[in-house]
């Protein structure tokens, strides 16, 4: 009879074996849980660099469009311009006003006519002379070409002996470019009398707009005497 030869495994080493196979069953399924959440972080980042750059593709495209529209927009102005006879260099002129004479009226007296600007005059050379108690009326023309000058006005200023007795500031009105001169007619006034009345006076004569744009800041002397006087620095009519 022939022997038979063979390995016995006893019951502790099949316990043996069974838990080092279910340790490596264990291990097998971490691994994969590991390599699955590994796996799912790499999807959401590759998810959010291709939203990064669609955003910014986005963002490109937008910008590109805005200044498309920023170029439409000025072709339209610009045409715009053109279509009613304006260059882009002419709309951006400011207006220009010439203050060109000064005329003072008086009942008893001839007209006075004081081209602009005003020759330099001092206290003791001035420019006219009004009678004190007498009416007047002052008169200016003016040009105004390039553009529509906005609430012209006059800011008008006395000083006597250095201190300064009067100042008006009056609007004349808005003016659009024209050929032909504008004519502003103040109101009327009467100069003043008796002793502390009469002398010498200094003027100063601003003509603005809203604009801040300053057409004319000049100063002279007039004076005010008990009568006419002979010796005016002026031309009358």
């Not at 038979?4 to 080493?13: D, I, L, N």
């Not at 609007?171 to 659009?176: A, E, L, N, Q, R």
């Amino acid at each position: 009879m022939s022997a038979v030869v063979g390995s016995v495994t006893t019951p502790s080493q099949n316990a043996g074996i069974i838990l080092s196979s279910n340790m490596k069953k264990e291990a097998e399924k971490k691994n994969d849980k590991i390599s699955a959440e590994v796996c799912k972080d790499l999807i959401k980042e590759m998810n959010k660099k291709s939203d990064d750059i669609e955003e910014k593709n986005d963002e490109q495209i937008i910008e590109k469009d805005d200044h498309k529209n920023d170029e439409s927009s000025s072709k339209q102005n610009q045409l715009l311009i053109r279509n009613i006879g304006l260059s882009v260099e002419e709309k951006k002129l400011r207006p220009e006003v010439k203050i060109l004479r000064l005329n003072i009226y008086s009942p008893d007296r001839a007209d006075v006519v004081l081209p602009i600007p005003f020759p330099c005059t001092s206290s003791k050379d001035t420019l006219f002379t009004l009678k004190e108690g007498s009416k007047y009326r002052i008169t200016f023309h003016f040009s105004v070409s390039q553009d529509i000058v906005k609430n012209l006005s006059s800011v008008y200023s006395v000083w006597k002996a250095g201190v300064r007795v009067r100042q008006t500031t009056k609007v004349i009105g808005t003016f659009s470019p024209r050929e032909q001169e504008y004519t502003h007619e103040s109101d009327k006034g009467v100069t003043p009398s008796g002793f502390f009345a009469r002398g010498s006076f200094f003027i100063r004569w601003k003509f603005v707009d809203d604009d801040g744009n300053c057409y004319l800041d000049t100063n002279y002397y007039f004076d005010i005497r008990k009568d006419w006087g002979a010796s005016e620095k002026c031309s009358n009519n």
